[in-house]
């Protein structure tokens, strides 16, 4: 009797199952893959706390960042004066200043990389859809942005037009959202032959509507992952400009500045460099971690 019910419960067991994970969206489905994902999650949680502790910390300590103590100059790390990371050859507090470098470079990275993308998800999109003459031209410019040399035209801009945040945004961007159209370009030539765009077109729905309403939505997924991968190039980009001088002046700093200046007294003070750069690594490691497992929830070959 009872292996006759349990025989009967088991199919209607099943076919409930089957009809939950049916009813899911796609983003449900990949959400609970990422967080069954512990690395991206543990990585989650590390950029979380770097995030807070840049944004919040400074204004939780007692030094400020450009503040000089010239009775700690070159101190190693320490807990007199609150001195966690030691200080610089200007008594200046390095804990402080790797916060506020952190702030500047993930600032930067995040700016950079909204701005990127919109550009690049727009162009992609409008060149892939309306596809003939308007996509050749669109992505020979894309080519030819590629043969520009990228440091010669950012020492041309920094020269001309000197060293700030906005410059240095400005700079990266124009020089990172071609990697990102070039992909969405090629999702949306998939896309543009789908029956629901058919039947939009059908209808009488205008170009603009049907990129904006059907195209861009579907290319969410390709867009958040992609992204992930445009973050750590973008800060590690503000980090090579940094310490080659063409970054934000002093006496703000970046990643990118603490580095250059801890490598001319590595042998004195290594802990000048030492801090900047774990912070800066243990960043793009975990954006890194974050965009595999955003990869990995994004796979159709895993559903």
Known sequence: MLRTQRDSIAPLAAALSAASVAARSPWQDAGRRFLRNRAAIVSTVLLVLIVIACVVGPWLLPNAFDATDWSATST?????????FGTDELGRDLLVRTLIGGRVSLGIGAVATLTSVLLG??????????????????MRIVDMM???????????????LGRDFGLVVLTITAFSWMDMARVVRG????????EY????????????????RHVVPNLLGIVVIY??????????????????GLGVQEPMTSWGVLIQDGTGVM????WLMLFPAALLSIALYCINFIGDGLRDAFDPKDR
């Open 76 to 84: 190693p790390p320490t807990l007199a004066g609150m001195h966690l």
């Open 121 to 138: 998800v727009f162009w992609g999109a409008v060149a892939g859809f309306v596809g003939g003459r308007v996509d050749n031209a669109m």
């Open 146 to 160: 590629y043969a520009v040399p990228y440091l010669l035209i950012a020492i041309l801009m920094v020269t001309l």
């Open 187 to 194: 999702q949306t030539l998939a896309i543009r032959s789908k």
């Open 197 to 212: 765009i058919e039947a939009a077109r059908s209808i009488g729905v205008s170009t603009p509507a049907i990129i904006a």
């Open 227 to 244: 992204t992930t991968v445009t973050v750590p190039n973008v800060i590690l980009t503000e980090s090579v400009l940094s310490f080659l």
């Open 267 to 270: 042998e004195a003070s290594p």
